[in-house]
C-alpha cells in the first residue's frame, strides 16, 4: 500500500458523498423504525410478513391493480408458452422473434404513436439523452438541454453523459420564464422533466405546448405516474393535455406502474424511419442489451386489450372515487387533484412515529422527512389504488387523524354522498 | 427560430458523431444485404423469416440452450401463478415480496458469493460503477478507475458519470504494465474490464489476481459471456481461474446469455452488509428502478437448479464437442480454446457477400467489417450452442470454406474420431 494521490471530484452534476450521505440516514431511521427493508407476501391484496403482519400497501403505484389481473398473468403464460422462449438472445437490430414488434404495435394503436420498448423507463431515458443531446435523434443539431432541478434521477444521471456531447443546464422547478429566455437564445432547447411525478404534481403541459408552438421548444417527459391511470385509452397526462404529432415532444413511460406490467414504452411522433433505426441501434441499453422478455410481452399485449376495453374507463372512475374518498377525510395540498398521489404533512418530530402507528394499525404509508426533504415539509405519502376498499381508505384515514393529520374540512363529502 | 449559439462538445470520455456515424453505416450495409433488421419466428431451434426461410442461429449467446429448457419456461410459468405479479411495483428498499430475495440466495449458494440481482448486467454497471468511484462501495476513499480500452459499453458509457465522482482514465487492451505502474503510484486503483469478450477472449485473470495480491488492486469484471458456459455449476472464466472471496473482485453477469433466463447477477464477497444495503439504496437503477420480473426469477430458479445437476457439465461437454467439431473444419485464431466464440476472418471486399451466401445456405453468422473493426480484420462471427447439431455445423462449415475461410489443417479431427 501506498501514500498514494488523493483525488479530489468535480461533483459537478452529481454528488455521492451528498447523495449517499443524506439518503442512508433517512434510510436507517426508517429502516430501524420497521418502516424500510420490510418483505412480505403479497395475497389478494393483503400483505403477510414473516412474523405474520398483515398490512395493506399505501406506498405502491399500481394505480388500477392491473399487476395482479388475471389476464395480464395469464398474458404472460401464454406468451411464454406459444414463444418458448423468454428472450433469444441477439441485438434485435440482427435477428429478432416478433415478441417486441408485437408489442410496439400494439401499444402504438392504442396510443396513437410510434411506440419503442425497452426493458425499463431508465435504460429508455439512458439511452436517448445522450442521442438527443448529440442531435441524432433529430436534425443533427447539438441542442442546449435543460433539465429540471426536480426531474427523476433516472434522467438527471444522464447529465454527465449529455454533457460531454452537448451544453447541459439545470433550472429551478418548472420555470417557464427561464426556459423562454434559453429559447430566444439557442437556435435548439430540450427540456427534460417530469410529466407526472412522484410527490404528485403534473407538469404544465399546455404552458410547454405553448413554448414549443412560438419557439419550437422540444420537450422530454417522463409520464410515468399518469400512463393508464390518466386519459382516454390511459394515454397519460402530457398527451391528454397536448396531442403530440411532431417530433418536438417525446414521452417515456414505464409499464411498471398502473399498466401492471414490466418494461416500458417511448412515445414517439414525426421521427423519419432512419431515426427509428438510430435509436434501435444506438440508444445505449436499447440497442446493446436484453430487452423485455416474452412474459412481459404477453402481459403487455393482454393489458393492451384491456385498456380497449370498457374496463379501463370503469378503473379510472374507481380509481377517482378512491381519491375523492380520501380527500373527504383527510386534507393535503393535493385534495380534489385527480392524481393519485397525496403527501399528508407531518411535523419532523412525530412523522416516524406517525408512520410506525399507521403501519400497525395495518397500512403501509412512505415516511418523507429529512434530510431526503427540506425540515418543515416532511410527511407521509399516500397512494391510491382502485382496488383498495372504502373500509381499507376510511380506516387509514381514521388512524392518520388520529396521529395528526389535517381532518378534511365538513365541506367535502364522500363520493355519492 | 434564432440564429442561436453554436455549442461546442467537449467528447471527453464519448462521441456520438464518431459512434453513429460509423456505426449506422455499417448497420445499413447489413441491412441492405439482408443480414440485419431480420424478423423470424424461432421453431424447435430453427428460425422462419415471414418469406419462409429457414436458418439455423450461429449468432445467439444461449450457449446452453437454456433459454428454450421446458424446465426454465415452466419454472417461469410457475411463478407467475405463485406469485400472481409481474413485479409489486415499489422500492425493494421500502418493501418487498420474497420474489427477488430467493433468486439471489439460490444463485449464492450455487455460486458461493452475495449475489444481488439485477434487471440487466448494464443496470449493474451503470449502478455499481459511480459508487465504486465514489468509495461508498469500499472503504470511501476515492480510487483511480482505469477502464479497458476494450471494455463492453454497458461499462464504458458510465465513463463521464464516474469522472464526476473520481479520476478515470482509458487503458489500452489488458496492459498490465499500465495498471501495475498506477498501482504504485494511487492507494487505490479499480480496473474495469471484461472477464470474458464477445469477440472471443478472456481476460489475463491471473495476472491481475498477481497484481490483486501485490498491491491491493481491485477488478470489476464482466463475465457474461463466459458464466454458465464454464467452470463448475458454471461459476464463470473469472471465478474458475480466481475464485473471489474478498473485495477486491467484483463480478458482474448476464442471466441472458447461458444461463438462459432475464436480468443479471453481481457476485461480491466480503464487503459488510452496510455495504450491501448502499448498493441496494443508491446504485442507480437497481435501487429505484423496476426489478426483474417474477417470470424471471421462476426462470432463474429453474435455471439454477439445472446448474445443480448432472445436466450442466453434460452440456458444457456437449458446447466443448461443438467447438472441437467447428474446429475440426475451419481454421480461426480461436482454434483450441474452449471460448464459444470464433471470428473466421475475410477479406474486406467479399465479407458481406460470404456473409449473404452462408445465410442463403441457411445458417445466420454476424459478419463484422469496417468501419465498425479496422480494414484487414472483417470476418464472419460465428456463436457456437451446445444444441447445434453436428450437421448443422459441419454443413456451416462447408459453406463457410467454400466462401473463402482457412480449413482446418488435416491434424485437426472431429472429436471422438
Known amino acids: 500500500m501506498n501514500a498514494g494521490r488523493t483525488i ?43 412474523e405474520g403482519h398483515t398490512f395493506v400497501n399505501f406506498s405502491c403505484c399500481s394505480y388500477l391493480d392491473l399487476d395482479s389481473h388475471p389476464r395480464v398473468i395469464e398474458g404472460a403464460v401464454e406468451a411464454l408458452r406459444r414463444y418458448g422462449v ?18 410496439e404495435h400494439s401499444l402504438g394503436e392504442l396510443f396513437s404513436a410510434d411506440v419503442v420498448s425497452a426493458i425499463s423507463a431508465s435504460a429508455a431515458s439512458a439511452g436517448l439523452l445522450p442521442l438527443i443531446a448529440s442531435g441524432h435523434v433529430g436534425d443533427g443539431e447539438r441542442p442546449l438541454m435543460i433539465f ?40 435548439r432547447v430540450w427540456y427534460v422533466c417530469d410529466g407526472s411525478d412522484s410527490l404528485g404534481g403534473y407538469a404544465p403541459v399546455a404552458e410547454l405546448a405553448a ?5 419550437g421548444l422540444q420537450v422530454y417527459y417522463d409520464d410515468s405516474h399518469s400512463l393508464s391511470a390518466f386519459g382516454p ?24 406502474k398502473a399498466f401492471g406490467t414490466s418494461g416500458a ?37 393482454a393489458s393492451a386489450e384491456i385498456h380497449r376495453s370498457e374496463e379501463l374507463p ?19 395540498a393535493q385534495s380534489g387533484s385527480t392524481f393519485p398521489i397525496r403527501l399528508v404533512p407531518m411535523d419532523d418530530e412525530v412523522v416516524v412515529e406517525a408512520g410506525k402507528r399507521v403501519f400497525e394499525a395495518g397500512f403501509y404509508v412512505s415516511p418523507v422527512f429529512f434530510p431526503i426533504v427540506a425540515r418543515g415539509t416532511a410527511g ?8 383498495q376498499t372504502d373500509e381499507q381508505i376510511r380506516d387509514l384515514c381514521s388512524v392518520l387523524v388520529e396521529v395528526g393529520a389535517r381532518p378534511a374540512p365538513a365541506t367535502r363529502t364522500e363520493p355519492g354522498a
Open 86 to 103: 423468454l428472450d433469444h438472445c441477439i441485438p434485435r437490430s440482427r435477428v429478432q422473434i416478433p415478441a417486441l414488434l408485437e408489442l
Open 8 to 50: 479530489e471530484p468535480t461533483h459537478r452534476y452529481r454528488n455521492n458523498d451528498k447523495s449517499v450521505g443524506i439518503g442512508n440516514a433517512f434510510w436507517d431511521l426508517s429502516e430501524e423504525n420497521g418502516l424500510a427493508g420490510i418483505v412480505a407476501e403479497l395475497d389478494d391484496g393483503v400483505l403477510r410478513t414473516g
Open 148 to 187: 429540471d432541478k426536480n426531474c427523476h434521477v433516472s434522467m438527471a444521471q444522464t447529465k454527465p453523459v449529455c454533457a460531454d456531447e452537448t451544453e447541459v443546464v439545470t433550472c429551478r422547478h418548472h420555470d417557464l420564464d427561464f426556459i423562454e429566455a434559453r429559447c430566444k437564445e439557442y437556435s
Open 314 to 332: 370503469a378503473l379510472q372512475k374507481r380509481l377517482q372515487e378512491k381519491i375523492a374518498l380520501f380527500d373527504a377525510h383527510v386534507e393535503t
Open 233 to 256: 385509452r390511459g394515454v397519460g397526462y402530457v398527451r391528454s393535455v397536448a396531442p403530440a404529432a411532431n417530433d418536438r415532444t417525446v414521452v417515456v413511460a414505464t409499464l411498471n
Open 265 to 301: 414504452a417511448v412515445l414517439l411522433d414525426g421521427h423519419p424511419k432512419r431515426t427509428l433505426r438510430v435509436i434501435e441501434r444506438f440508444a445505449g441499453a436499447m440497442s446493446y442489451s436484453q430487452p423485455l422478455n416474452t412474459a412481459a410481452v404477453g402481459a403487455g399485449l
Open 211 to 215: 413554448l414549443q408552438d412560438r419557439y
Open 380 to 387: 407521509l405519502r399516500v397512494m391510491m389504488r382502485a382496488g
